[in-house]
């Protein structure tokens, strides 16, 4: 192949056939940097994006699993404070703390319920987990059968 | 004239070790995500083999019959009535490993008869390279007042508790507890 053709369509910085050589501009070296660094910083972007997904996903899978177990716990005796844990719950470098609500729930008035079950009352256990910077937070609910029976003078009927 | 000129010495060397330290850090970035990468795998794992041993054990918790139980602190032995092994125990016990580890075991108990005859009783690792297998007891309130009390023994000839936790930590770290309760007294 003829050097002139390979010459033809670039500018060598080698000077050939008398034409003088020339390198990029400031300016062709400058877009070529930030088309670059645009590049580098998507890509660092990708990964980054990715990697907080994953820590996301994993620390709600364990609030989740600590939700489940605190509820079990709580919804055992529903009628009570729940059962003290002196154990810290930090998983992984991760604070989690938990709340539990206790909220008796009054039964839609039903005559056959009513003449059936008189001394029916159900207990909403809900348990709220926070954790991380910025604020996450998951809750889980179960209803139990009050254990206690009512009394009559305690709770007056609709 | 030669007109020709290529790089100097200093320019060459300059590149060169900006080359060098371009693709440095981008190896140490790749390492890095590869590390983490793998972490996650092993994480991922290890919580699909809790997820298991989580629901094996909430299955037949939840059938725990008020005889033959029998807990310490790493094992714990009761019969349930979800499971075909009618009137012979389950076994969940935290046997210490070669490496200053712990495995969660599971056993099925066969029958009195059966059990000099043959070989031990077939186990099945449920949980491995565990730092901490500990299981926990929930003693209900003693009166309305009260609150539930966590223990970590269970005398034998008390009834057996409705809830027990399981605590568990790998190298990693804690894991959170897992707590059972069983439907039948």
């Known amino acids: 192949m003829n050097p002139q053709d390979l010459s033809a369509g670039y500018r060598s910085p080698i000077r050939i056939h008398g034409r003088a050589a020339r390198g990029f501009t400031v300016i062709e070296t400058l877009v070529a940097l930030t088309l670059l660094a645009a590049g580098a910083g998507f890509l660092l972007a990708t990964l980054g994006a990715s990697s907080?997904?994953?820590?996301?996903?994993?620390?709600?899978?364990?609030?989740?699993?600590?939700?489940r177990s605190r509820l079990v716990e709580a919804a055992a005796y529903p009628d009570r404070p729940p059962p003290e844990d002196d154990r810290p719950?930090?998983?992984e470098g991760v604070d989690y703390r938990t709340r539990i609500e206790y909220r008796e729930i009054s039964p839609v008035p039903n005559i056959e319920v009513d003449k059936l079950a008189p001394?029916?009352?159900?207990?909403?256990?809900?348990?709220?987990?926070?954790?991380?910077?910025?604020p996450s937070q998951?809750?889980?609910?179960?209803?139990r059968k009050a254990v206690q029976e009512a009394s009559p003078a305690s709770t007056p009927r609709p | 004239m030669n007109t020709r000129r290529g790089f100097t010495l200093i320019e060459l060397l300059v590149a060169i070790s900006l080359a060098?330290?371009?693709?440095?850090?981008?190896?140490?970035?790749?390492?890095t995500s590869i590390n983490s990468s793998v972490g996650n795998e092993e994480a991922l794992k290890q919580s699909q083999a809790v997820r298991d041993t989580q629901r094996l054990i909430e299955y037949a918790w939840s059938g725990r019959q008020s005889n033959g139980f029998d807990a310490g602190k790493t094992q714990l032995e009761f019969i349930s009535s979800q499971t075909a092994?009618?009137?012979?125990?389950?076994?969940?016990?935290?046997?210490?490993?070669?490496?200053?580890?712990?495995?969660?075991?599971?056993?099925?108990?066969?029958?009195?008869?059966?059990r000099t005859d043959g070989p031990a009783p077939a186990g099945e690792m449920l949980l491995a390279g565990l730092s901490l297998c500990k299981f926990g007891w929930l003693q209900a309130p003693p009166d309305d007042k009260a609150v539930a009390v966590w223990r970590e023994e269970w005398p034998a000839d008390r009834v057996p508790p409705a809830v027990m936790r399981l605590d568990l930590a790998t190298s990693r770290g804690p894991l959170p507890?897992?707590?059972f309760s069983a439907s039948g007294a």
Not at chain 1, 57 to 66: I, K, M, Y
Not at chain 1, 121 to 134: A, C, H, M, S
Not at chain 2, 20 to 31: A, C, D, K, P, W
């Open chain 1, 89 to 91: 719950d930090r998983y």
């Open chain 1, 138 to 143: 998951i809750h889980l609910t179960t209803y």
């Open chain 2, 85 to 114: 092994t009618g009137s012979f125990p389950l076994r969940f016990v935290c046997q210490s490993g070669e490496h200053n580890d712990f495995a969660l075991w599971f056993y099925q108990v066969s029958p009195p008869g059966e």
């Open chain 1, 52 to 67: 907080r997904l994953v820590r996301d996903v994993r620390e709600n899978e364990t609030a989740l699993w600590l939700a």
């Open chain 2, 20 to 31: 060098t330290i371009i693709t440095l850090l981008g190896v140490s970035l790749m390492r």
């Open chain 2, 177 to 179: 507890p897992l707590i």
């Open chain 1, 119 to 134: 001394a029916l009352r159900l207990i909403e256990v809900r348990v709220l987990v926070n954790w991380g910077t910025p």
